[in-house]
């Protein structure tokens, strides 16, 4: 009984652990794309065409980790047999 109980908590654990670190996956994505297009805004003196680009690939790199996270969830409903 202790065991199963003990495990029961890890299990809940690392269950928590994997909820808290979704959400950094996007904002590390935002900080890298923020960093990476400053530098050549301040090269050139013009954010309007790299503000473009930047706006573009956020949007493909939002639009994939939302796929992902969905073709997760839905082979986790199949393999548990919810509806």
């Known amino acids: 009984m202790y065991k199963i109980s ?5 299990i809940e ?28 805004v301040m090269y050139l003196g013009s954010p309007v065409y790299l ?13 994939y980790l939302h796929n992902k996270e969905h073709k997760i969830f839905q082979i986790k409903q199949i393999s548990t047999g919810d509806n």
């Not at 003990?6 to 890890?10: H, I, R, T, W």
């Not at 996956?25 to 990476?36: F, S």
């Not at 680009?53 to 790199?61: A, E, P, S």
Request: aromatic fraction near 8%.
């Open 6 to 10: 003990l495990l029961k908590v890890n």
């Open 13 to 40: 654990t690392q269950i928590l652990k994997t909820k808290w670190q979704k959400p950094y996956t996007r904002i590390v994505v935002l900080y890298i794309a923020i960093i990476a297009g400053a530098l050549p």
């Open 51 to 63: 503000l473009v680009v930047l706006i573009f690939l956020k949007i493909i790199i939002d639009l």
